[in-house]
C-alpha cells in the first residue's frame, strides 16, 4: 500500500466460517504489510456463523476491524460507510471488494417472484449502493496517491467485483439445463452490467473497477461438489488482484487471469 500513509481494505462479504469471504480475509492477513488495514464486513457481527471472523480479528487487532454491513438494508450499508470513514481519520480507503451473493436455482417455469427480487436486491442492488457510498474515500485515495496520471491499480484505488461465470451470455447456457439457477445467473449479469458501467465512470478519477470469478468453489454457495478449495481459489484471485492496472480496467477475469467473454 502506499507510504507514508495506511493503507485499507474494506472487504464486503457473508464471512462465514468457511466461505471465500473469511479466506480473503486469513490470506491478506498472511500477505499484510505493516501499513495495512482490513475492514471485514457482515450482517451480524455477533452472530454464531462469524465465529471464525471474531476469533482472527482478536488475534489482530491492530489489522482487522469488523463493521456491520447488511446488504439488504440500505440504511446498514450508509451507516456503515459513514463508520468506515470516523476510523479512516485522513487515511485511505484503496480496495473495495464486493463478495456477498445468494443463489437461488430456478427456471423459466419454476422460478418464485420474490427469489428474483431476493437475488437481485443482494447480488445487484446492494453493491451499487456500496460504491456509492463508499467512493468519496477512494476518490480520496485516487487523488493522494501521487502515481502518474492515468495509472490505476489496487494500491491506488479500485473497486472489484467477485462475479460469476453464471452471468456470462456466453458460457452459461451451455450448462443451463443441467446447473438451472436462472435467478442467479441474471443478477450476475446484471452485476456484470454494473461494473462495466462504473468502470466508465470511474474512469475519470482513475479508480480500477473489473469483475472477478472465483472459479467453482467448495463453499456454502458452490456446494460440495465444487472442484476447487477456497484457499486455492483465494490465492489466485489476489495474485490476479495484485497485478491489476489499467489495461483491465472494465474487464472481466478469472481467479487464474484468464479474460471471460461477457
Known sequence: MPSPTVGHTLQRSRLDNWGL???????????????RHIFATCC?????????????????????????????????????AKKVGSLLGNNRLNLLVNNAAIVSRGTIHTSHVEDMKNTF??????????????LPYLQTAAKASGTPSGCMSCKKAAVINISSVAGSMTRKPSNHIQSPVLPYSMSKAGFNMLTVLAAVELKADEILC??????WVKTELGGEKAPLEPKESVEGMLHVIGSLNEKQHGGFLDYTGETIPW
Open 21 to 35: 469471504g473469511l479466506e480473503t480475509v486469513k490470506q491478506l492477513l498472511e500477505n499484510s504489510c505493516q501499513k
Open 44 to 80: 451480524d457481527p455477533d452472530g454464531p456463523k462469524f465465529e471464525a471472523l471474531r476469533e482472527l480479528a482478536r488475534k489482530h487487532l491492530s489489522v482487522i476491524t469488523i463493521i456491520c454491513l447488511d446488504a439488504d438494508d440500505p440504511c446498514s450499508i450508509k451507516e456503515s
Open 121 to 134: 436486491n443482494t447480488n445487484v442492488i446492494a453493491p451499487l449502493l456500496i460504491i456509492r457510498e463508499y
Open 210 to 215: 473489473m469483475a472477478l470469478h472465483p472459479g
